[in-house]
């Protein structure tokens, strides 16, 4: 460590990439990149549903799936914060309850957030009388899009940097100390932005993987779950809790589940192919 610390000026400083994470300044009002990074991916996200559902068999039409952007995005809002409250600072704000809605000073977890997604699902597919696991299997290949640029604006931010680390590509991030660090964001970009996009896009438009109910959310969860998992070891605990049991982050114990659910949806899809329809809503289905 101290070697590292003592050639840290051999590496790129973060402050030198002129970033901001301030996207427009108008005096009175800041728009700040995390925001249009949520903005981005929930349009862009919807935009490319809309490509999926125009695909033979889907399992909602378009009326759906507008409905649906309006309940993911509470879902997400509601369930990130909430999972942020309860996962990593629960004790913090059952003392101070109040600055739970005090969502503009950060916090939002995203496996709270897959919970309010879910859940959205789970009520839009309820109220309509859809298939809510073939529901999950098309947002699911939408997802990619918010976690990279969610992961990009993290950089900009110059937040949930990495561990210490003597890559040629490290970074020293003045906000955590004078070290050279994992780029961590990036990591976290790369796989759960883009390549998992690419394995959803393959299987999607490649294979017959959208007529298994189940296998294409279940290799998101598995797709997701690996990625989070790896980058974890390359990426600094949070402060207040470190390292849990076994030495793992809250971040890697909160994957276990995605990965097990993941992995039995992917082996038991088959076997649900049968049971794949599409919606039948009148003219706004699609067939």
Not at 62 to 89: E, N, P, S
Not at 138 to 153: E, M
Not at 279 to 286: C, S
Request: proline share 6%; aromatic share 14%.
């Amino acid at each position: 460590m101290p070697s590292i610390l003592a050639a840290s000026g051999d590496y790129l400083r973060f402050e030198n990439l002129g970033l901001s994470p301030i996207a427009i300044d108008l005096g009175v009002f800041q728009l700040r990149w995390y925001s249009l990074a949520y903005i981005a991916g929930i349009v862009i996200g919807w935009w490319y549903l809309l490509k999926l559902i125009a695909q033979p068999g889907a399992p909602m039409a378009r009326r759906h799936a507008d409905d649906l952007v309006f309940y993911a995005t509470l879902g997400i809002l509601i369930g990130g914060r909430l999972g942020y409250v309860l996962f990593y600072k629960p004790a913090e704000y059952l003392a101070n309850p109040g600055d739970i809605i005090r969502v503009w000073d950060g916090g939002m977890s995203f496996h709270g957030g897959v919970i309010g997604v879910s859940l959205a699902i789970l009520y839009m597919a309820w109220r309509n009388k859809l298939n809510w696991l073939r529901i999950h299997d098309y947002v699911a290949c939408t997802i990619p899009f918010g976690l990279l640029f969610g992961r990009l604006a993290n950089f900009v931010n110059g937040e949930l940097w990495g561990r210490p680390g003597d890559v040629p590509w490290a970074i020293v991030f003045p906000r955590a100390d004078e070290q050279p660090r994992h780029p961590s964001q990036l990591y976290e970009a790369g796989l759960e932005g883009i390549l998992l996009f690419i394995v959803l896009w393959f299987l999607f438009w490649k294979t017959d993987a959208r007529h298994q109910p189940g296998k294409l959310v279940g290799t998101f969860l598995v797709g997701y779950g690996l990625s989070r998992f790896t980058v974890e070891f390359f990426r600094q605990p949070d402060d207040h809790l470190g390292l849990l049991s076994l030495g793992m982050s809250m971040g890697q114990w909160l994957t276990i589940p995605m990965l097990i659910g993941g992995v039995w949806l992917i082996a038991t899809a088959k076997a649900r192919a049968g049971g794949a329809k599409p919606a039948t809503a009148g003219t706004d289905a699609t067939t």
